[in-house]
C-alpha cells in the first residue's frame, strides 16, 4: 500500500482507541477491499459504516452501491476485526470507520 491513512474507529457510537499497529492493520484491509470495488481508483477519504450487515461506504464523498457478495465480506471483515479489539468485546452492533489520506 503506498498510501498512509489516519483512521478512526467508533463501536456502538464509543471511539475507540487504536495503536499504530491495528491502525495500520485496519487501513490496509479496507483500502485493499474497497479500492476493489467497481468506481474505486485512489482513496483519499473513506467513511464505512456497518450497522446489523448493511455496509455503507463513501470514498472521496461518493456513495459506492455494493451488491450482497461485496456488502456481505465486508460487513464480515470489519466485524471481525474490531469484535477481537480490547475494549470491544463481542457485541458489536455498530461499527463506523473514517479514513484519510496523510
Known amino acids: 500500500m503506498k498510501q498512509s491513512y489516519e483512521v478512526k474507529l467508533w463501536v ?3 471511539p475507540v482507541d487504536l495503536n499504530p ?9 479496507l483500502a485493499g477491499a474497497v479500492s476493489s470495488l467497481k468506481g474505486v481508483e ?6 464505512l ?4 450487515g448493511d455496509v455503507s461506504i463513501l470514498v472521496n ?13 465486508i460487513a ?13 468485546g463481542s457485541s458489536v452492533g455498530r461499527v463506523r470507520v473514517h479514513m ?3
Open 100 to 102: 484519510e489520506a496523510r
Open 21 to 29: 499497529f491495528v491502525e495500520d492493520f485496519l487501513a490496509r484491509t
Open 42 to 47: 485512489v482513496i483519499t477519504e473513506l467513511e
Open 49 to 52: 459504516s456497518v450497522q446489523e
Open 12 to 14: 456502538n457510537s464509543a
Open 61 to 73: 464523498g461518493n456513495d459506492i452501491p455494493l451488491t450482497p457478495f461485496p456488502n456481505d465480506a
Open 76 to 88: 464480515s471483515i470489519v466485524t471481525g476485526i474490531v469484535s477481537r479489539l480490547r475494549d470491544v
